[in-house]
């Protein structure tokens, strides 16, 4: 019998280490705080920053997995990953990983200013050191302040293009800060009982369902506030806002269902399921009407 | 068996060293394009 992992990886193991699915969000985020911003750098700067941010993404997916590859194994909906699956060695998995994050931060620095590569290296290290080794096996909050790492996308975009900060591009930090909680409980109250089995607190196997389903809400507020907040501050224009308006009281609608919802069975959780989908549409949407605002409406 | 390991190992190393080319003939011409860019800015 064949035993998988004495083979070399295949090419699409090393694929899947990236999460190219959590990649693509993050890399339009990362594109609409460079393309939000007031000067844009040549083409082939600006496609190396987002280059960059993609690698850098991939660097934390793949070192997420090396360090979870024991947790994955428990949990239905990571069993089949190339490492608890056993296509792939954990050393290939770390050593990947490293020089992708590595070859990132450097690529970035010559490419774009070593500003936006100090982010770039700060969100990767938030991530892999911060969330995924300190906070997400230790406390329910892990979401909360882990979610920072997912925020500095467009704010590294934003930095790639000018060099400096400025008040958008740290209120797009905030809306995907605020995000990330309702996006990932609500994920997390149906699929509670994978996390439970791999030990892991989320909110809902520590505080319970009615409780997650509370702070999803609670964390809503906030998270439309700060969406909203470009155009009364003068940041965006009209377009922005009528979209961010609208976008924002569907998600409390949708948000306001799941508080509402008594179901502790997943597959009686609808609303649940249609809030995590919408949030992850609402992100999109969101970039996407602030990028046609700056080029359509200035 | 052994053989057919052997198969499926020079198979991966083949695709592997292709993308691994690949990659590094891309980075190339990227690293080509960024000095050419840079040069011509005033950063």
Known sequence: MTNPAALPADWRDFLALTKPRVMSLVVFSGLAGLLAAPALPPLVLGFTAILCIALGAGACGALNQWYEADLDKKMRRTAKRPLPDGRMDRQSALHFGVGLGTFSVLLMGLATNWLAAVLLAASILFYVVVYTVWLKPRTPQN??????????????????????????????????????????????????????????????????????????????????????????????????????GGLTLGFLVLAARVLMNRATEPKLMGPEKRLFGYSVMYLFALFGALVADRWLAW | MVRHEDEIIRKRQRERARIMALLLGGFVVLMFLITIAKTGMNW
Request: avoid cysteine.
């Open chain 1, 143 to 244: 979401i909360v302040i882990g979610g920072a790492a997912g925020a500095f996308p467009p704010l590294i975009g934003w930095v790639a293009a000018t060099g400096h900060f400025a008040a958008l591009p740290l209120l797009l930090f905030a809306i995907v800060f605020l995000w990330t909680p309702p996006h990932f409980w609500a994920l997390s109250l149906f699929v509670r009982s994978d996390y439970a089995a791999a030990g892991i607190p989320m909110l809902p196997v520590v505080a319970g369902i009615q409780a997650t389903r509370r702070q999803i809400f609670l964390y809503s507020l906030p998270m439309g506030a700060a969406a909203v907040a470009p155009w009364p501050l003068g940041l965006t224009g009209a377009l922005y806002g009528i979209a961010a």
